[in-house]
């Protein structure tokens, strides 16, 4: 079945550094994808999606490209902050059906002043 | 974007009792309503959908006379966990979608409901 892998954390940063958080998926056609986050205390918030190969979504200041050659769809900032602090994951929902979501594990990231 | 609430927040119980989880939509009319569970430091695993109206569609491996839901309106789905036992203890989140909306079916996420079964 479709599934999503991404980089274990937790990940620790300081402010104004650049972020990678590694997103890798396998599905059979061509899902839709997506990063979530989710800060502390509060319910999953969509960050940006993708839905077809090439694309790029960004919100925030990050940014995902949906690769289809390498079934990946990493997160990057180019300079951090400490409210960016939060779980992120990263998500696929096939395009038929009921739009159910696959997630990865999550990843912590935490960024210090 | 769209506000979800679920209540209780957390809840603590004894084997063997049920416990009921709300989630509510507040400010749009949720067609679709998904109940997830989290285990600590995993992935959101997707345990039903249901649709205004109709019978949940359970994943597999997730017992529906274990995990009952209803969603009979379109701002409010319950999740029941009946004979509740320690390894029901879990993080239970809830979504909800509007078909008709416009965004892609986007899912708007509840806060999470910490259950502890003692």
């Known amino acids: 079945g479709d599934s999503v892998t991404q980089m274990e954390g937790p990940v620790t940063l300081s402010e104004e550094a650049f972020l990678t958080i590694n997103c890798t998926y396998t599905a059979t056609g061509y899902p839709s994808l997506f990063w979530y986050v989710q800060y502390p205390g509060e319910g999953l918030q969509l960050l940006l999606k993708a839905t077809k190969a090439d694309d790029k979504g960004s919100n925030k200041g990050f940014e995902a490209t949906y690769r289809k050659e390498t079934t990946s769809f990493h997160l990057e900032k180019g300079s951090v902050q400490v409210s960016d602090s939060a779980v992120y994951f990263c998500a696929l929902s096939d395009i038929q059906g009921a739009q159910k979501l696959v997630f990865g594990q999550g990843t912590r990231l935490t960024i210090n002043p | 974007g769209a506000v979800v609430s679920q209540h209780p927040s957390w809840v603590i119980c004894k084997s063997g009792t049920s416990v009921k989880i709300e989630c509510r939509s507040l400010d749009f009319q949720a067609t679709t309503m998904f109940w997830y569970r989290q285990f600590p430091k995993q992935s959101l695993m997707l345990m039903a959908t249901?649709?205004?109206?109709?019978?949940?569609?359970?994943e597999q491996g997730v017992e529906k006379d274990k995990f009952l839901i209803n969603h009979a309106s379109l701002t409010l789905s319950t999740l029941t966990v009946t004979s509740a036992h320690p390894e029901d203890s879990s993080f239970y989140i809830c979504?909800?979608?509007?078909?008709?909306?416009?965004?892609?079916?986007?899912?708007?996420f509840g806060p999470g409901t910490r259950l502890t079964v003692l």
């Open positions: 249901s649709n205004e109206g109709s019978k949940a569609t359970y």
């Open positions: 979504s909800a979608s509007n078909w008709f909306s416009g965004r892609n079916n986007e899912q708007f």
